[in-house]
């Protein structure tokens, strides 16, 4: 599996803004389809966007307008700006590198081991 390695969660109350960051591999980079999920407390994990190796972005619907993915293939991350945040935002955040959105590139496939995010009101 890939290693990838997040950062950049935190508290933060409602209305705020945070970015996150996901930093991977060349290789990742270069070849992957990636990722955001989220975990809530008591709640499955759920996609929060995904980039297919195309570079077509989809997002879920409950972020759309508030939440922008990007890549820097120079420093080999991935960002996720939240902005807007709601109290329903907290969650664990995992970058993932999905197969799936890699044309089946199974030596895309990872998840870094998560980033907290907490939203007060």
């Known amino acids: 599996q890939v290693q990838l390695v997040e950062s950049g969660g935190g508290s933060v109350q409602a209305g705020g803004s945070l970015k996150l960051s996901c930093v991977g591999s060349?290789?990742?980079?270069?070849?992957?389809?990636m990722g955001w999920f989220r975990q809530a407390p008591g709640k499955e994990r759920e996609m929060v966007s995904i980039t297919s190796s195309d570079g077509t972005t989809n997002y879920a619907d409950s972020v759309k307008g508030r939440f922008t993915t990007s890549q820097d293939k120079v420093k080999n991350t991935m960002y996720l700006q939240m902005n807007s945040l709601k109290t329903e935002d907290t969650a664990v955040y995992y970058c993932?590198?999905?197969?799936?959105?890699?044309?089946?590139?199974?030596?895309?496939?990872?998840w870094g081991q998560g980033t907290r995010v907490t939203v007060s009101s």
């Open positions: 993932r590198a999905d197969p799936f959105y890699s044309g089946g590139n199974y030596a895309c496939n990872g």
């Open positions: 060349q290789y990742i980079f270069s070849n992957c389809g």
